[in-house]
């Protein structure tokens, strides 16, 4: 043993930290990386699981917005063999 105190504490605190401050910025980033990974996992997750709702609405609204342009029975029964009104 070594009568100076001054290089013993010095040296022991470096080998009592240097262990921690390693996982601590480590473990920071990769929470961090593993955080950003699992909401983009769910950003997809949740686009795929919406993709048919939003594929629904548009199908209803393009029934809606076209019905006026669908022929109506009147329409077809009063044409003759040409397509022109009697």
Known sequence: ???NPKSVSRFS???R???PAVVTGTGGSVAAIWLDEILIFGEEILALILLPFMAGIIYLLDIFMFKSRMPKRNDLTNRNHKGVKE
Do not use: A, F
């Open 1 to 3: 043993m070594s009568d």
């Open 13 to 15: 605190v470096y080998r």
């Open 17 to 19: 930290l240097w262990k």
